[in-house]
């Protein structure tokens, strides 16, 4: 899916994680000014309260201004839980009602799950698969090709678990897997990849030792687990004030040379370099937080 589908989410530098349980925070979230928000039926509510938390989505969605729900995604249980089926059933209802973009699809590991997830949320419905298993990994070319796919996101910790991986930090070991993720994404026309969580969202240096490990190996996104976070990713991710001046810089001369290879400050300024610099101004178009 191309940016133009849905620009507000494929541009959408941050998402950030609400408990499906917990209605009172979801017109909260929201307000934090992240680019998506994921209200999450998986990890983050009990196995005795996935049902309740389900009818609770139901009235909470229904009293959230209608401008606000192009930034809701839902994430669902994976494939082969006990909750997974329901759970298919009600993104499909608060899709075909606008109360929703789309759903988040842990645990994703086959192209048949997110045909079949596509065809419950209807033709305008967004899927976000979460890479979290070596499985994932395997399949990431065919998951980011499968109908209605905005975005790759990677689950680093699930697939730390799944891998037996004991990561330092900076996660040196993960490199060869977001870089596969970012080609994936690529290859299948998708915008970049959505990073994993940073789990301490009290160290605000990890935070941004993390964004900014994201944005060099070519995220365009971060998941977030609390609203304090959200702000500084967001700014992380975007583009400096030096590269904007650059950038625009780059266009003026390029329309003056009539659309021409130019040279600027004793470089060649030919077709990838105009494009870096129209991807740059195009993310500097998204509200700040």
């Not at 133009?4 to 989410?9: K, R, Y």
């Not at 909470?60 to 995604?73: H, N, V």
């Not at 994932?136 to 991986?165: K, M, T």
């Not at 304090?228 to 583009?239: C, E, M, R, S, T």
């Amino acid at each position: 899916m191309s940016t133009a589908a849905n620009p507000p989410l494929a541009l959408a530098r941050t998402f950030l994680f609400v408990p499906a349980d917990r209605p009172e925070r979801h017109a909260r979230a929201l307000a934090t000014g992240a680019g998506g928000v994921i209200v999450d039926l998986e990890d983050a509510v009990a196995p005795d309260r996935k049902v309740a938390a389900r009818e609770q989505l139901r009235s909470s969605f229904a009293a959230l201004p209608a401008a606000e729900r192009g930034r809701l995604l839902v994430r669902i249980n994976a494939h082969g839980t006990p909750w997974h089926d329901d759970d298919r059933a009600l993104v499909g209802e608060l899709a075909a009602e606008g109360l929703i973009a789309g759903a988040v699809l842990p645990k994703a590991e086959r192209a048949a799950d997110l045909h079949q997830l596509a065809a419950d949320i209807g033709p305008k419905g967004l899927l976000v698969p979460l890479i979290e298993s070596a499985a994932g990994l395997e399949a990431a070319a065919e998951l980011a090709a499968a109908p209605q796919v905005l975005r790759l996101a990677f689950g680093n910790l699930d697939f730390q678990a799944d891998l037996g991986l004991a990561c330092d930090a900076d996660e040196a070991e993960l490199v060869p897997v977001r870089l596969a993720l970012v080609l994936a994404s690529r290859r299948a026309g998708l915008a970049a990849p959505i990073d994993g969580v940073t789990p301490d969202w009290r160290d605000a240096p990890r935070l941004a030792a993390d964004t900014a490990r994201a944005r060099r190996g070519g995220f365009g996104a971060k998941l977030c687990i609390h609203p304090d976070q959200v702000a500084p990713v967001h700014a992380a991710l975007g583009p400096s004030t030096d590269e904007l001046a650059w950038a625009r810089r780059v266009m003026d001369a390029t329309r003056t040379a009539g659309g021409g290879v130019v040279s600027l400050d004793g470089r060649m300024v030919d077709a990838p370099v105009v494009r870096l610099a129209e991807r740059l101004l195009a993310l500097d178009t998204q509200t700040v937080p």
